[in-house]
T-cell receptor
Framework: NAGVIQTPRHKVTGKGQEATLWCEPI?????VFWYRQTIVQGLEFLTY????????DSGMPKERFSAQMPNQSHSTLKIQSTQPQDSAVYLC?????????????FGPGTRLLVL | AQKVTQTQTSISVMEKTTVTMDCVYE???????LFWYKQTASGEIVFLIR??????ENATVGHYSLNFQKPKSSIGLIITATQIEDSAVYFC?????????????FGDGTVLTVKP
């Protein structure tokens, strides 16, 4: 079984440019999560979807960041007007269903560098 | 608010020995789930083992086991017969049993080095 797929694996953008990160969850998983990892902040939750609907975006920066899940096979995280402080590894995870005994499985991450 | 604390920044052990990594957590919920993940040198985050708060028995998977002490809000990870390839960063995480959020809260991680 394929795990969570994230593309691209690495992305370099210039300050002020837009970055779109893609995630394909494990087939059959109905919950998708986005996290961000930096040296300073560690692993931080950003947002999650259940059955494609946004449920909790409490970790998302209010400006410039948005996430969508247009269908059950992919989710996107978009960062507008990227800033150097957005440099991080962005991780997508999926789980079979939310609630109960569900484990989140992580993708390999997208390493974003904003110059 | 939930919080997870890993006090050990790094641990170094000899191959084939047993290591314990500590983790304490804070939550207001009576039902929650605890997880250990490992992050390899390539950056891959791999699920290792979980403990559900309502289960009294400590979870065991392969050479990983947990020491769950609920009154102390503690969930230690024990790795027996360590191997070189166990060298990684180990993260403890918690998820509250709340249908309005599924987020994991992570500790800062413990770097494990296994020496030959």
């Amino acid at each position: 079984n394929a795990g969570v797929i994230q593309t691209p694996r690495h992305k370099v953008t210039g300050k002020g440019q837009e970055a779109t990160l893609w995630c394909e969850p494990i087939s059959g998983h109905s919950a998708v999560f986005w996290y961000r990892q930096t040296i300073v902040q560690g692993l931080e939750f950003l947002t999650y979807f259940r059955n494609q609907a946004p449920i909790d975006d409490s970790g998302m920066p209010k400006e410039r960041f948005s996430a969508q899940m247009p269908n059950q096979s992919h989710s996107t995280l978009k960062i507008q007007s990227t800033q150097p402080q957005d440099s991080a590894v962005y991780l997508c995870a999926s789980s079979f269903r939310l609630g109960g005994e569900d484990t989140q499985y992580f993708g390999p991450g997208t390493r974003l560098l904003v110059l | 608010a939930q919080k997870v604390t890993q006090t050990q920044t790094s641990i170094s052990v000899m191959e084939k020995t047993t290591v314990t990594m500590d983790c304490v957590y804070e939550t207001q919920d009576s039902s929650y789930f605890l997880f250990w993940y490992k992050q390899t040198a390539s950056g891959e985050i791999v699920f290792l083992i979980r403990q559900d708060s309502y289960k009294k028995e400590n979870a065991t998977v392969g050479h990983y086991s947990l020491n769950f002490q609920k009154p102390k809000s503690s969930i230690g990870l024990i790795i027996t017969a360590t191997q070189i390839e166990d060298s990684a960063v180990y993260f403890c995480a918690m998820r509250e049993d709340n249908t309005n959020t599924g987020k994991l809260t992570f500790g800062d991680g413990t770097v494990l080095t296994v020496k030959p």
